[in-house]
């Protein structure tokens, strides 16, 4: 998660389009061992942002919400681990699935979706990444984590306002 010295980089996204090509970026630079917890409200767009992660780490497969299923697992650069907590009841289920043994595990990448159901045993490097719905539609996409906020994001960023002195 943050450290002291972290800071928050907002973007935003108006298309699927540009979640998917937020996510390739993120899956094209990802480094091995990364734990990616998503947070955000149902059908903000945390499988969306999923799919273009996967496609950042070359993977053909169909990405698809694992809700019913918890864990799903795909073979690109990386093996991408792709969990989702909704149904579960709580961390000790998480643990019974054997989900925790593949957080931060070698030559992986693990993405997390309802990430604060299971969010005490998420490791302390989890880069968190929060998801909110514009009233237009649009969503804002907010990163947290050392490797993913050094990424260089240029014209995803939403300008910072300036403050004006008189």
């Not at 690109?76 to 931060?104: K, W």
């Not at 990430?115 to 998420?122: D, G, N, P, Q, T």
Request: hydrophobic fraction near 40%; proline fraction near 4%.
């Amino acid at each position: 998660m943050l450290d002291g010295g972290a800071s928050l980089i907002v973007l935003s996204s108006a298309h699927v389009r540009r979640t998917l090509a937020i996510g390739r970026k993120i899956g094209a630079a990802a480094p091995e061992r990364a734990v990616i917890a998503f947070r955000g409200d149902l059908g903000a767009g945390k499988t969306t942002l999923s799919k273009g992660i996967a496609q950042g780490l070359g993977i053909k497969e169909a990405i698809i919400s694992p809700t019913y299923t918890i864990i799903s697992e795909y073979d690109g650069r990386l093996h991408l681990v792709h969990i989702d907590a909704y149904r579960l009841a709580d961390e000790e289920e998480f643990f019974q699935t054997g989900g925790e043994e593949l957080l931060g595990a070698p030559g992986t990448l693990s993405l997390i979706e309802w990430s604060e159901r299971i969010a005490h045993i998420l490791p302390p490097e989890s880069q968190i990444i929060t998801i909110t719905v514009e009233e237009n539609g649009a969503r804002l996409i907010m990163l947290e984590g050392d490797w993913i906020e050094a990424l260089r994001w240029g014209h995803f960023t939403i300008p910072a306002c300036k403050e004006t002195s008189s």
